[in-house]
């Protein structure tokens, strides 16, 4: 069964930061995987996503990046500022392209002005 | 688009009361979806409709909940009778065909409840 982890829990940086979220899997036979923003009370809101066949995804001052064989994704968040303060979590679809999201528990990142 | 429209935003009951949460999705997406996000097991699936039939509802904790979906803007998610660890942010999303390897879901606000 597919498992999503996600280390650290909770992460605090200092405004202008570069930080690197992490993503790990158990099944590497995953066909895309996705990262999602939370803000507190309000839903989902997807960022990024990667088919397997891709090593990355840009947008804007994010990059994910993502490791099949080692089951292994970061979200690599360029220059943070306050805004970026969410809780960021990824998620794998389960055995196969329609499979359901798997979701990690996700990382609350909080940067301090 | 207004997005996925979830109501209420909160619910506080008691225990053994029915509580029903609605869901309207983004018009001419053909999928939607129920999670249950809490702190333990963070955001768990827990059924799916496409064109308004259900696809897999195995994450269904129970007979005590129950999803419809009557037509395609429209979808309840209902607990009868409610309990306390019943008491989670429950989640609706849409999204434009169901086929998770290259839709993304669009997410409601959630709803708030409170079982006491």
């Known amino acids: 069964k597919q498992e999503v982890t996600q280390i650290p829990a909770a992460l605090s940086v200092p405004e202008g930061e570069n930080l690197v979220l992490n993503c790990s899997f158990t099944?590497?036979?995953?066909?895309?995987l996705q990262w999602f923003r939370q803000d507190p009370g309000k839903g989902l809101t997807s960022l990024l996503l990667i088919q397997s066949s891709q090593r990355e995804q840009t947008s804007g001052r994010l990059n994910a990046s993502l490791d099949k064989s080692s089951g292994r994704s970061t979200l690599y968040i360029a220059a943070s500022q306050p805004g970026d303060s969410a809780t960021y979590l990824c998620?794998?679809?389960?055995?196969?392209?329609?499979?359901?999201?798997?979701f990690g528990k996700g990382t609350k990142l909080s940067v301090k002005p | 688009d207004a997005g996925v429209i979830q109501s209420p935003r909160h619910e506080v009951t008691e225990m053994g009361q029915e509580v029903t949460l609605r869901c309207k999705p983004i018009?001419?997406?053909?999928?939607l979806f129920w999670y249950r996000q809490t702190m333990m097991r963070g955001l768990e699936l827990l059924i799916y409709f496409n064109n308004n039939v259900p696809i897999d509802d195995s994450g269904m904790p129970e007979d005590r909940f129950s999803a419809k979906m009557p037509n395609a803007s429209f979808s309840t998610l209902k607990i009868q009778p409610s309990e306390p660890r019943d008491s989670a942010v429950y989640f609706c999303a849409s999204s434009p065909w169901g086929t998770v390897s290259t839709d993304t879901q669009y997410f409601g606000p959630g709803t708030r409840l409170t079982v006491l």
């Open positions: 998620a794998v679809p389960e055995g196969g392209s329609q499979g359901n999201l798997i």
């Open positions: 099944d590497s036979a995953i066909y895309n």
């Open positions: 018009s001419g997406h053909n999928s």
